[in-house]
């Protein structure tokens, strides 16, 4: 039997046997975050934003529950259709948007990165604090079964001294950004790129086991765009560093490594972690890896359901701390190599 729970609906706190949810963005990325939740008893889509009806129906007609479509943001968090929204739009809107969803006291649950810069990211907290909500990034790597084993077995390593992740990913937009046509990807008006889109998945990581590092020292290429193509980072703590490779104009098929004095903890992707094991200097290896039950994006998605669920308005996890820091890391590194947004003061 489902339990009833309170959530907040932007008037009054109401008891609710499932959680109802605003979606704003029809992408790729939002359909496989419905076939997650799919798999959630208590998640139901009512609502969908689409910068066009059209648009907007085409894509609510794929689901059963029939959600309402929306053209204004304003007008779905007013429905009363909407207890939380998922946020998959455009990087460049993210922050606008979930301040708008918050101010109507809607939990938010926004695509990474959460915010373009630093600023925009307080700006966010703030507004989910000043309204009782519940603001959480959707990095999925940090809540997928097998980075908690990667967390729970680190001190086996002994002493860190060194955190590697490299996700590079030749983008199929890119050829047709090398024909001339600029597509969203490399577009820095929606504050894309390679640091942006791929680089934090390596960062997330670092900060959540780590901390926020004391230094950061990045390079990267920009493209005729504006965006970077790719670039690298090496940033410095206390007794160890870390260092970053992100792309979306080559591969790699590297792993992620953390090393320590007493082994070297080996994880197969950094952005979607499913394998996992410990390569000790004695030759043995330990293999940690759990197996995975759900699609990679519902680990997120029951988070963030746990929480509304339980009253509270902050994961350990995915922190606000945690996104915050990762933001001002980001934004250090883009200062570094010269790229702008316009959403930059």
Known sequence: MRECIKAITGQKEAEITMIRFGIIGTNWITERFLQAAAEHDEFKLTAVYSRTEEKGKSFAAMYEQQPQVFTDVQ???SSGEVDAVYIASPNSFHAEQAIICMNHGKHVLCEKPMASNANEMKRMIDAARSNDVLLMEAMKSTLMPNFRVMKDNLYKIGQVRRYFASYCQYSSRYDAFKQGTVLNAFNPEYS?????????????PM???FGKPESV???GTLLSSGVDGEGSMVMRYPEMDAVVMHSKISDSFLPAEIQGENGTMVIDRINQPYDVKIQYRDGSVEELTQ???HESMYYELEEFMKLIQRGKRDSKINSLAHSLAVAEVMEDARQQIGLKFKTDV
């Open 217 to 219: 020292h990045a390079v």
């Open 192 to 204: 894309n790129g390679s640091l942006m889109d791929l680089g934090t998945y390596c960062l997330y």
């Open 207 to 209: 900060v959540t086991l």
């Open 75 to 77: 007008q779905m968090v």
């Open 291 to 293: 197996l995975q039950t």
